[in-house]
Nanobody
Framework: QVQLVESGGGLVQAGGSLRLSCAASGRTFSAYAMAWFRQAPGKDREFVGQLLIRGGETYYADSVKGRFTISRDNAENTVYLQMNSLKSEDTAAYYC????????????WGRGTQVTVSS
């Protein structure tokens, strides 16, 4: 069982930056992938980006490509989402998720952290 805890959300002006953290505990950080999703009020949950643990490859949604960056600190069992040039449409609850293996889907989720971008 793995527990994921997000932090770092808050209120920021458009054009600003935030860095979200996702701390993993409960087992070694040896999953297949880590990802960030977001959900705005009244909208479906949306994929933001993912990091493949073994090779370190990252993939991003077109809506955040070039502005958001996923990274990790293995020693701290933490994954980060650096968000730059924030827009009002980035306002959402952001969730960290882990895929335990290839084909498992994202089977562990955090409770989310709110990001609000004011225009």
């Amino acid at each position: 069982q793995v527990q994921l805890v997000e932090s770092g959300g808050g209120l920021v002006q458009a054009g600003g930056s935030l860095r979200l953290s996702c701390a993993a505990s409960g087992r070694t950080f040896s999953a297949y992938a880590m990802a960030w999703f977001r959900q705005a009020p009244g909208k479906d949950r949306e994929f933001v980006g993912q990091l493949l643990i073994r090779g370190g490859e990252t993939y991003y949604a077109d809506s955040v490509k070039g502005r958001f960056t996923i990274s990790r600190d293995n020693a701290e069992n933490t994954v980060y989402l650096q968000m730059n040039s924030l827009k009002s449409e980035d306002t959402a609850a952001y969730y960290c998720a882990q895929a335990s293996g290839v084909g498992s889907g994202y089977d562990s989720w955090g409770r989310g952290t709110q990001v609000t971008v004011s225009s």
